[in-house]
């Protein structure tokens, strides 16, 4: 009786791993991916300051047809070619994020796993966790205060319920 027991506490806090374990996968996965999308997007704002500066500087070649046997005549947008390569630099050292980048949110708590109340899931914004704690962990209650004694997921919680 005591080996099932042990068995079943033994399970159940397998489960609450790899529980944690998914969670914690899924947002650094998201977060990882979140980063590269906004790195992309950085990068392509500054593609686009760099190809109007660019676009400056094509306007500064000179395209005139030559005849055969004429030398092209020498360069002489040197101070404006300068200038655009000044003001490119100006922009790029000016650029900022945009205000609407994106960070992702996190719905989990401090113990990895969703807030459940009354059989459901709570996400973390709509409750709060007190300073409050017995051996079934801090007590967690809603902002609404319709709720006033639920616990967090637990892997104690989890035990009995098996």
Not at 136 to 144: D, I, L, S, W, Y
Request: glycine share 4%; proline share 6%; aromatic share 4%.
């Amino acid at each position: 009786m005591t080996l099932e027991q042990e068995l079943v506490r033994a399970e159940a806090e397998n489960l609450v791993a790899e529980a944690q374990l998914t969670n914690i996968t899924r947002q650094k996965l998201k977060e990882a991916y979140t980063h590269q999308v906004n790195g992309i997007i950085e990068r392509s704002e500054k593609q686009a300051i760099l190809a109007k500066h660019t676009r400056r500087l094509l306007e500064l070649l000179d395209d005139t047809p030559v005849v055969p046997g004429t030398e092209r005549a020498a360069y002489n947008n040197e101070r404006a070619a300068k200038e655009v390569l000044l003001d490119a630099e100006e922009d790029l050292g000016k650029w900022e994020p945009r205000q609407d980048s994106y960070t992702p949110s996190s719905r989990l708590e401090s113990n990895l796993l969703p807030s459940i109340v009354n059989g459901s899931v709570i996400p973390p914004d709509t409750h709060s966790v007190s300073g409050e704690a017995d051996e079934r962990g801090p007590v967690v209650t809603e902002t609404n205060n319709a709720e006033t004694s639920a616990y967090t997921n637990d892997p104690k919680i989890l035990e009995t319920a098996t």
